[in-house]
Each structure stands twice: as structure tokens, then as C-alpha cells.
């Protein structure tokens, strides 16, 4: 049996961060995501701690009975498979790095999903949701145009809430975007969200800022970006005042942008380049999406359906 001492508790935290430091350096990846593998592997790192082990001791039978408990406390096979991919990337980095000479990782087996279809909205529910902000207020107006440029972009939430002054071209109707992995990409907005956008920018962000400066185009009352989750809370506030009932998640547009645009005959391989997916794979799940909309339509309305 172990003794864990407090140098191995350090070098454990050590060695979370030389691995998160080296995923942002070789990947690029959003601190976002750093910190979700930090996150995964402080847990295990406190759950190997309390039975005695530590992260570079850890051996294939200790990650079994960590992640089979996180299946008994009710982990989702995909918040499982997410979770043994981190330790999975953390292991390969340490048998790279010489930290370990096996990796007890290798031969773990990752759950079996299924392939969910993202949810989205109708484009009736769409019109309802971004009819839903009052015009006659300075908020209602940030809101309307974040609304219809998240709607006209398929930006991810946390792009379009960093979106800044310098990102957009009014003349041209362009906003310039950098996605994961530093990646940039340039995405029309079309006519009815650049024509809120440049409402909102006359009538309404320069008396919702008063004296106050900012870069940030959709800024709070304070002058400051909104946060995601602050976004995500006004999207549920508004999709109740819609009368839109369904489970909605912070990319409910993004999927609805992405699903119609593909319903009105957009080539797969365009909406992949603005929506910023560096996988086709990727970007196919919402051909699925338009497939079973077409099977409800042909249930409902043909007549051996």
C-alpha cells in the first residue's frame, strides 16, 4: 500500500498542468476546453488519492474501478467516453514525456454510443423566438440582433458573445470569427441580421453603454462581454415568452442554422466551412436531422405514409 505524501499530491497537480500547457501549445485548443480536461483529471486525481494511489502510479485496474463508479453514480456512456478520452490523451502524453513506461490506459475499452441527433427548432419556432425581445427597449435590441446573428451565422455560443467591434464589416456584411483550435473563418450574415445588428448599433449600444467604452459588440449593462451562461439564461427566458417548449440547449440556433439551411438544399460541404467544423464527419450529423424531418413530413402527409 502507498503513502501519499504532499510531493506526490504536487507533482500529480505538475503534471496536469505541463499537460495542459502542451495540449494549448501543440493543439490551440480554447481555455474552455483545457478546462474540461483539467477537470476530468483533478477527479480522478482526488478519487486515486482517497484509495491511495496517485495519477503516475495509477494502474489499468484502478481507472476500471474509477470509471465504474462513475457508471453507478449514473455517468451517461457519452460523459464516460468523453472522460476516458482525457485519461486516455493524459496517459499518451506522460508515456511520451518518459513520466511512465505503460500506459494503463491502452487497453480500456470506451462505451458504445449511439449517434444522437442534435435538437433543433422548427423554422415557425425560430420566427417566435427571435420575434420574442421588446424592440422598444436598448436591451431588447441587443438581444434581437444576437439573436438573428447567432440564427444567420451558426456561430457557437462562446463566439458570438466574444464577438468585438473590429470582427464585423457592416459594408461587406461580413464577421470574421476565429473558432477552435485558432482557426479563422469569415461568415455572412444576411439581410435581416445585419439590419438589426446596425439597429442595434444606431439606437441602442451607445445608450445601454452611457459613458462607458468597450470592445465587446454585444456588451451588459456594465460594459463588459456577456458570459455564455448568461446568453444561455436569456435563450430560456425568451423561448418561454415563444411558447416554445422543447429542451433547448446553448446551440439550439447553431443546430436550427445548420439543419435548415441543409432542408433548403445548401451543399453539406459550405455549411461545414461556416460552421467552422474541421471534420466533415462532423458536420453529417445534420443530414440525418433533415433525413427524419423528411420521413415525418412523408408519414404525415402521404397517403401510405
Same mark, same amino acid.
Given at each position: 500500500?502507498? %503513502?501519499?505524501?504532499? @510531493?506526490?499530491?504536487?507533482?500529480?497537480?505538475?503534471?496536469?498542468?505541463?499537460?495542459?500547457?502542451?495540449?494549448?501549445?501543440?493543439?490551440?485548443?480554447?481555455?474552455? #476546453? !483545457?478546462?474540461?480536461?483539467? *477537470?476530468?483529471?483533478?477527479?480522478?486525481?482526488?478519487?486515486?488519492? =482517497?484509495?491511495?494511489? @496517485?495519477?503516475?502510479? =495509477? =494502474?489499468?485496474?484502478?481507472?476500471? @474501478?474509477?470509471?465504474?463508479?462513475? %457508471? $453507478?453514480? /449514473?455517468?451517461?456512456?457519452? *460523459?464516460?467516453?468523453?472522460? !476516458?478520452?482525457?485519461?486516455?490523451?493524459?496517459?499518451?502524453?506522460?508515456?511520451?514525456?518518459?513520466? &511512465?513506461?505503460?500506459?494503463? *490506459?491502452?487497453?480500456?475499452? =470506451?462505451?458504445?454510443?449511439?449517434?444522437?441527433?442534435?435538437? #433543433?427548432?422548427?423554422?415557425?419556432?425560430?420566427?417566435?423566438?427571435?420575434?420574442?425581445?421588446? !424592440?422598444?427597449?436598448?436591451?431588447?435590441?441587443?438581444?434581437?440582433?444576437?439573436?438573428? %446573428?447567432?440564427?444567420?451565422?451558426?456561430?457557437?455560443?462562446?463566439?458570438?458573445?466574444?464577438?468585438?467591434?473590429?470582427?464585423?464589416?457592416?459594408? +461587406? /456584411? !461580413? %464577421?470574421?470569427?476565429?473558432?477552435?483550435?485558432?482557426?479563422?473563418?469569415?461568415?455572412?450574415?444576411?439581410?435581416?441580421?445585419?439590419?438589426?445588428?446596425? #439597429?442595434?448599433?444606431? $439606437? /441602442?449600444?451607445?445608450?445601454?453603454?452611457?459613458?462607458?467604452?468597450?470592445?465587446?459588440?454585444?456588451?451588459?449593462?456594465? /460594459?463588459?462581454?456577456?458570459?455564455? +451562461?448568461?446568453?444561455? +439564461?436569456? &435563450?430560456?427566458?425568451?423561448?418561454?415568452?415563444?411558447? &416554445?417548449?422543447?429542451?433547448? *440547449?446553448?446551440?439550439?440556433?447553431?443546430?436550427?442554422?445548420?439543419?435548415?439551411?441543409?432542408?433548403?438544399?445548401?451543399?453539406?460541404?459550405?455549411?461545414?466551412?461556416?460552421?467552422?467544423?474541421?471534420?466533415?464527419?462532423? #458536420?453529417?450529423?445534420?443530414?440525418?436531422?433533415?433525413?427524419?424531418?423528411?420521413?415525418?413530413?412523408?408519414?404525415?402527409?402521404?397517403?401510405?405514409?
Amino acid at each position: 500500500m502507498r %503513502v501519499m505524501s504532499k @510531493a506526490l499530491v504536487e507533482e500529480d497537480v505538475a503534471l496536469i498542468e505541463r499537460f495542459s500547457d502542451a495540449l494549448w501549445l501543440e493543439r490551440g485548443l480554447s481555455e474552455n #476546453t !483545457l478546462n474540461a480536461y483539467r *477537470s476530468d483529471l483533478q477527479s480522478l486525481a482526488r478519487w486515486l488519492r =482517497a484509495n491511495e494511489s @496517485a495519477l503516475q502510479h =495509477a =494502474a489499468r485496474h484502478e481507472l476500471l @474501478a474509477y470509471l465504474q463508479q462513475r %457508471v $453507478e453514480a /449514473g455517468a451517461r456512456p457519452r *460523459s464516460s467516453a468523453r472522460l !476516458l478520452s482525457s485519461i486516455r490523451r493524459f496517459y499518451r502524453y506522460l508515456l511520451r514525456e518518459s513520466v &511512465i513506461r505503460e500506459d494503463p *490506459s491502452a487497453r480500456i475499452d =470506451a462505451p458504445k454510443l449511439g449517434r444522437p441527433l442534435p435538437k #433543433t427548432l422548427t423554422e415557425e419556432e425560430v420566427e417566435r423566438l427571435l420575434a420574442a425581445p421588446d !424592440l422598444k427597449t436598448t436591451m431588447g435590441l441587443r438581444d434581437r440582433a444576437m439573436l438573428e %446573428v447567432l440564427y444567420a451565422s451558426g456561430l457557437r455560443v462562446s463566439e458570438l458573445v466574444g464577438l468585438t467591434l473590429a470582427q464585423v464589416n457592416l459594408q +461587406q /456584411g !461580413l %464577421v470574421r470569427v476565429m473558432g477552435k483550435g485558432s482557426k479563422e473563418r469569415l461568415v455572412p450574415l444576411g439581410e435581416e441580421a445585419l439590419h438589426r445588428l446596425q #439597429t442595434f448599433m444606431r $439606437e /441602442g449600444r451607445g445608450l445601454l453603454l452611457g459613458e462607458k467604452r468597450a470592445e465587446a459588440l454585444f456588451p451588459s449593462k456594465h /460594459g463588459a462581454a456577456m458570459s455564455r +451562461q448568461a446568453f444561455w +439564461q436569456l &435563450i430560456k427566458r425568451y423561448a418561454v415568452q415563444a411558447g &416554445i417548449s422543447k429542451p433547448l *440547449s446553448p446551440h439550439t440556433l447553431r443546430h436550427a442554422f445548420a439543419t435548415h439551411l441543409l432542408n433548403h438544399g445548401a451543399d453539406l460541404r459550405v455549411v461545414q466551412l461556416l460552421l467552422g467544423h474541421s471534420s466533415l464527419s462532423t #458536420t453529417q450529423i445534420y443530414t440525418y436531422v433533415a433525413q427524419e424531418r423528411l420521413k415525418g413530413l412523408h408519414a404525415m402527409h402521404h397517403p401510405r405514409g
